[in-house]
């Protein structure tokens, strides 16, 4: 199993030996050894327990240390870093590939939906978008498979956007599995199971939604 703290702990350069082992991670539920104990990254204020991917676990993987620090050196998405003290990791939305983490703050909303838009052709990738900055998430993140390709996702959502009921001829990519399977009206019904979860049910153009809209079709977030 490949978690998205995994991924994270990938792409700072851990030892891919380090991430594998007999114990199972209590936070994401990667495998991991027993040399880190969970007890170790809980808060007294971490009340997330429904979230835990194995409650019966006394250990935690090395991603997610990583994920959890509170103090730490932020890679931002517009090349810059900067140095946070308190939230480092529960403050900011992250893109991670096993080559990298970026992180977004709320002032980088149109670089991140570009990012859940058009994901990575190559590779396993995960995001993580922080809404309050209250709680961690990086340990729920998904590991997703590479993306369709450039502009997929977008040109689907502007087509479903178009209609409720057929998307305009020529204007999505009609591929049986185009966007991973959550397509526009013309692929894989993407536009009615979108529409099914709004109040209004009617579509309206990706580049006018919030992020929270954008993610019915890009699940970053494990449930339970």
């Known amino acids: ?12 350069g851990v030892d891919p030996a380090m991430l594998d082992g007999p114990e199972s991670c209590l936070f994401c539920g990667a495998p991991c050894r027993p040399a880190r104990p969970a007890s170790s990254l809980l808060r007294d204020t ?40 308190k939230a480092a990791m529960r403050m900011h939305s992250w893109a991670v590939t ?4 970026t992180a977004y ?22 995001a993580s978008v922080a809404d309050s900055g209250q ?4 340990y729920m993140g998904v590991v997703n498979q590479p993306g369709p390709g450039p502009g997929c996702a977008s040109r689907c959502w502007a087509a479903a956007a178009a209609t409720s009921s057929a998307a305009p001829s020529g204007s999505a990519n009609t591929s049986a599995t185009c966007c991973g399977g959550w397509a526009c009206d013309a692929c894989d019904g993407r536009a ?12 309206i153009p990706w580049k006018n939604v919030t992020l929270d809209r954008i993610l019915l079709a890009y699940p970053t977030k494990r449930r339970h």
Request: proline fraction near 7%.
């Open 1 to 12: 199993m490949t978690s998205l703290p995994h991924l994270f702990a990938l792409a700072h």
């Open 46 to 85: 971490f009340g997330a327990i429904g979230s835990l991917a194995r409650p019966a676990s006394r250990w935690a993987c090395e991603g997610c240390a990583l994920c959890m620090r509170e103090d730490c050196e932020v890679p931002l998405c517009d090349g810059t870093r900067r140095r946070v003290g």
């Open 98 to 101: 096993p080559t990298g983490a």
């Open 105 to 126: 703050t709320k002032a980088h909303r149109a670089e991140l939906a570009a990012v859940l838009l058009d994901p990575p052709t190559a590779g396993l990738w995960g």
């Open 135 to 138: 709680k961690q998430l990086l």
């Open 192 to 203: 009615t199971a979108t529409a099914a979860a709004r109040p209004s049910g009617r579509l």
